[in-house]
């Protein structure tokens, strides 16, 4: 059974940076798309960014791109999410994610990942 892991979450300033770290246990991590989602108190579970298993391609909600840069280290078996220009609207608990199926690009669908780490709080303050 694959875990995740996160890490890097904390409380940061309007502006500020931050950045996100998933380990994952297993071989395979190199096959697999991982995306990280964010989810704010009282609202739904919100793609954020994804990167392929095929071509390490990336891909962003409209609210992150330019500010948020998705990247993996396959040999590491972790993937990151650095996070700049933080505004307080990206205050959210930050999940990583694995898609189910091997060799894919990223879906900003949820339904598409079917393992999850256990999240880690982002805050900005304002």
């Known amino acids: 059974q694959v875990q995740l892991v996160e890490s890097g979450g904390g409380l940061v300033q309007a502006g500020g940076s931050l950045r996100l770290s998933c380990g994952a246990s297993g071989r395979t991590f190199s096959i697999y798309a991982m995306g990280w989602f964010r989810q704010a108190p009282g609202k739904e579970r919100n793609f954020v960014a994804g990167i392929s298993s095929i071509d390490s391609s990336t891909m962003y909600a409209d609210s992150v791109k330019g500010r948020f840069t998705i990247s993996r280290d396959n040999a590491k078996n972790t993937v990151y999410l650095q996070m700049n220009s933080l505004k307080p609207e990206d205050t959210a608990v930050y999940y990583c994610?694995?898609?189910?199926?091997?060799?894919?690009?990223?879906?900003?669908?949820?339904?598409?990942?079917?393992?999850w780490g256990q999240g880690t709080q982002v805050t900005v303050s304002s």
């Open positions: 994610a694995r898609r189910a199926h091997t060799y894919t690009y990223p879906s900003d669908h949820r339904r598409d990942y079917d393992t």
